[in-house]
C-alpha cells in the first residue's frame, strides 16, 4: 500500500456531492457594455455592429434612443456612416423601462449622454433581470468635461470600449469634440456642421466662449 500525501488528503477525499457547487449567477448573461468617444468615432456603427451580430445570433433585440436626437430618424439609429437599425425614441429612462419587451435579451441604447441620471438604474435592473444592455454615447462635453450620465454608466459597466476618432488637424487619434460653432449650451444637437474630432493637443475648449451666439 503506497502512503498518501496528507496535504493532498482533504482534496482527494471530498466526495464531489460534498464540495461547494457553485451556485448559478441569479441573471445569467447579464451584463452592462458601454461604447464611448468624441463625435465621428465610431460609437454608433460599433453599437449597430453588436446589434447586428445579436440578430444573426437570433435574439430578441430592442433599441432605444433619445426623443431629443432626431438629427437623422425619428424612429431608427443612424451612424453618421449612415448605416441604421430601427430603434424606439424615448422621453425619459422610466418611459424606455416601460417599453421593454418580455423575452427581449440584448437593449441597445444609442446617444445614451441624453438621458436622465434615472437611465443608470434602469440598465443595472435590466441586466440583473439577465439581459445584455449596450449603450453608446458621448464620454465628454465640448468643454472636455466627462458628459454625465456616461461616468456612471461606465463604472457599473462589466465591459467599457473607447472608441477614437481621427483629429481633423493633426491626423492623429481624438478623443475630443471641438465645437466649432459659438454656443454655450452643453447640448448642441449636430453633426459635422457643428463639431470636429480632435486630439487633446489640438482640442480648444476655449475658442467657444460662453454668451456668444
Ligand atoms: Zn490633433
Redesign the pocket.
Known sequence: MNPRDPALDGELDTPRSARPVPTQAHSPGGRIEVVCGSMFSGKTEELIRRVKRALYGRQKVQAFKPRIDDRYDATRIVSHGSIAIEAVPVATSESLLRRVEDGTQVIAIDEAQFFDRGIVEVCDELANQGRRVILAGLDQDYLGRPFPPMPDLMAIAEEVTKVRAV?T??G?S?SHSQRIIQQASTVLVGGSECYEA??R??FRPRDVRPGEA
Do not use: E
Request: one cysteine or more; hydrophobic letters at 20%; proline letters at 0%.
Open positions: 483629429c488637424v493633426c492623429g481624438a480632435r486630439c493637443g489640438c
